[in-house]
């Protein structure tokens, strides 16, 4: 019923950059937080940055200055846009959600994954 697809993944130089987006569908009355976390092979998931429905964010200390975590209410979406990227941001990002529908009062959600490569 309630579903989140992400967008934007790939393989970047490092220094470079990519904007990440991941749109909520479905039967969503509110949606509360919204995060993005990465995940490498053997590691366990990690949270890169978090948005309240106020906007109040927070970062990974690894991707303070760099990256930034942005909402767009209207459109159901949550961006990140990765600056200066480093060979250790590669990973599978995965972004969440906490989502009031007309079945569930809140359910967190995920979808089903990017990937993002730093290499030359």
């Known amino acids: 019923q309630v579903q989140l697809v992400e967008s934007g993944g790939g393989l970047v130089q490092p220094g470079g950059s990519l904007r990440l987006s991941c749109a909520a569908s479905?039967?969503?009355?509110?949606?509360?937080?919204m995060g993005w976390y990465r995940q490498t092979p053997g590691k366990l998931r990690e949270l890169v940055a978090h948005?309240?429905?106020?906007?109040?964010?927070n970062y990974a200390d690894s991707v303070k200055g760099r990256f930034t975590i942005s909402r767009d209410n209207a459109k159901n979406t949550v961006y990140l846009q990765m600056n200066s990227l480093k060979p250790e941001d590669t990973a599978v990002y995965y972004c969440?959600?906490?989502?009031?529908?007309?079945?569930?009062?809140?359910?967190?959600?995920w979808g089903q994954g990017t990937q993002v490569t730093v290499s030359s």
């Open positions: 969440n959600a906490r989502i009031r529908s007309i079945s569930i009062r809140s359910g967190l959600y």
């Open positions: 479905g039967s969503i009355l509110e949606i509360y937080t």
């Open positions: 948005i309240t429905s106020g906007s109040t964010t």
